[in-house]
């Protein structure tokens, strides 16, 4: 089993397989999905970061309510526009829309973030609980997140690292 899937080492030789095969990397160079995917990603941390602060101060202070429950839900569209440009960037790259081997388990947990974030917003939308218990919900949800975009932070860190330089290429 783990000798057909790329995300483990091959036992014989040591070596990890390549996150893409190199018709996959011209793919993924070529599609505007990937340039996409770069601004989004950024973008959506930085939300992120303003937020988390927002819903602490919030947590904090008792104040400041309508500013944290704002940044959740432009954070939680935010995601729902990476999670679905992403799903497309699989596709072109991969020939699949989600659960790819080289990004399965970014995918999974990738669900676990969407499930939180939404719960937040039916909590809201539906007035269940308390405000606090909804920023604590939004709490979880961002730890989620953080755990999620280190995941692929290590997996760009990781493709990153197998890239063959183009001179090196040519000279094979």
């Known amino acids: 089993m783990r000798a057909n899937n790329p995300q483990f080492s091959d036992t014989k030789s040591g070596a990890t397989a390549p996150l893409y095969t ?19 990603a950024p973008i ?17 202070t008792g104040h400041g309510a ?3 429950t704002a940044s959740i ?22 020939g699949k829309w989600l659960f790819v081997p080289a990004f399965f388990w970014e ?16 909590a809201l ?7 606090r218990g909804r920023m604590l919900l939004a709490l979880a949800a961002y730890a989620t997140y953080a755990i999620n975009a280190t995941q692929f932070i290590l997996k760009l860190r ?14 094979a």
């Open 158 to 171: 990781a493709a990153r690292l197998q890239a063959v330089p183009a001179n090196m290429a040519l000279a």
């Open 22 to 40: 190199p018709e996959e990397r011209i793919r993924r160079d070529s599609t505007r999905w990937t340039l996409v995917q770069g601004i989004l």
């Open 73 to 94: 839900v432009a954070k939680t569209f935010t995601l729902y526009t990476i999670m679905i440009t992403g799903s497309i960037w699989e596709k072109v790259v991969f």
């Open 66 to 68: 309508a500013a944290a």
């Open 125 to 131: 939308i539906g007035g269940y609980g308390t405000e």
């Open 107 to 122: 995918d999974v947990f990738s669900m676990l973030v969407l499930a939180l974030h939404t719960a937040y917003l039916v």
């Open 44 to 60: 959506q941390f930085l939300i992120f970061l303003i937020s988390l602060g927002l819903v602490l101060r919030y947590l904090e």
